[in-house]
């Protein structure tokens, strides 16, 4: 499981990436809770949630 600190340093690096990286990020992070995904996902361009989805496959 992420520490807060650990889970602040992902979601700011999710945030300024682009849309391959965001996807990377979050196919490949262990260690995180629903809600921290659920956090990610906030930031993530709900118009490619099914490029998202095909990486998770």
């Known amino acids: 499981m992420a520490t807060l600190a650990e889970f602040e340093a ?3 690096r999710f945030i ?4 391959d990286e965001k996807i990377k990020i ?10 921290q995904f659920k956090e ?3 930031h993530f361009p709900l ?3 099914d490029k998202l989805e095909k990486a998770m496959a």
Do not use: F, H, P, W
């Not at 300024?16 to 849309?19: D, F, H, I, K």
């Not at 979050?26 to 809600?35: C, K, N």
């Open 10 to 12: 992902i979601k700011q």
């Open 47 to 49: 118009q490619y949630l």
């Open 40 to 42: 990610l996902l906030r």
């Open 26 to 35: 979050y196919t490949t992070t262990a260690g995180l809770t629903v809600e």
């Open 16 to 19: 300024s990436a682009s849309l």
